[in-house]
Each structure stands twice: as C-alpha cells, then as structure tokens.
Nanobody, 122 residues
C-alpha cells in the first residue's frame, strides 16, 4: 500500500497553466505506472492520463490531449502533470494513483490522497 501526495493546484484564469506534482514519501514510484484522475463537484472521478513505469508510454483522454503532458522524474521520485490552456471545465480536485500497466485500474489497497484543487475561472 502506497500513499501518494499531490500538490501544485491553484486558481488560474482560462488559458493559464499549472504543473501538478505527485510524490510518494517513503516509497518509490519507479516500478509503477502512475495515473492522474480528477473529480468535479457532482461528477464521478475520471482517469485523465497515465504514464508507464519503464517505457515512457503515455495516454490521455481526448478532452485533455494536446493540452496536458504527463511526465516522471525518477531521480526526484515524482510524476508531473503539466496543464496548459486550462479551461473552466478543467476545474476539479486532481489525484494521482498507482495503476496497473496501461489502465486506470488502481491497486486494490491503495487509498486516495487529499488531492489538489484546480480552479479555472475568470
């Protein structure tokens, strides 16, 4: 069981950018695929992007493709989500999670963290 910690959220105007970070204090992310999820008020949590453990493979849902970039730094033991050209509909709490390879399926006993709030508003 690994508890991940998200940071980097905030309030930004439409068209702005944010970079979210995902860390795992006391654990290594090296061997795991990591995904970013988000949940808007009244909506179900949705997976938006994942990055593979070793081959650098990535995946994005259509609504963020071309605007968001997922990456990882194995030296810093962190995974990032660079979000550009943000839209009001990107407003949500963002979470990261270990996932099974090339899926949005989390490990059974891993718990969701606090997440980080992203608000896109003029």
């Amino acid at each position: 069981q690994v508890q991940l910690v998200e940071s980097g959220g905030g309030l930004v105007h439409p068209g702005g950018s944010l970079r979210l970070s995902c860390g795992a204090p006391g654990s290594t992310l090296d061997y795991y695929a990591i995904a970013w999820f988000r949940q808007s008020p009244g909506q179900e949590r949705e997976g938006i992007s994942w990055i593979g453990s070793n081959d650098g493979s990535t995946y994005y849902i259509d609504s963020v493709k071309g605007r968001f970039t997922i990456s990882r730094d194995k030296i810093k033991n962190e995974v990032y989500l660079q979000m550009n050209n943000l839209k009001p509909e990107d407003t949500a709490v963002y979470y990261c999670m270990r996932v099974l390879h090339e899926t949005f399926t989390k490990y059974e006993y891993d718990q969701w963290g606090q997440g980080t709030q992203v608000t896109v508003s003029s």
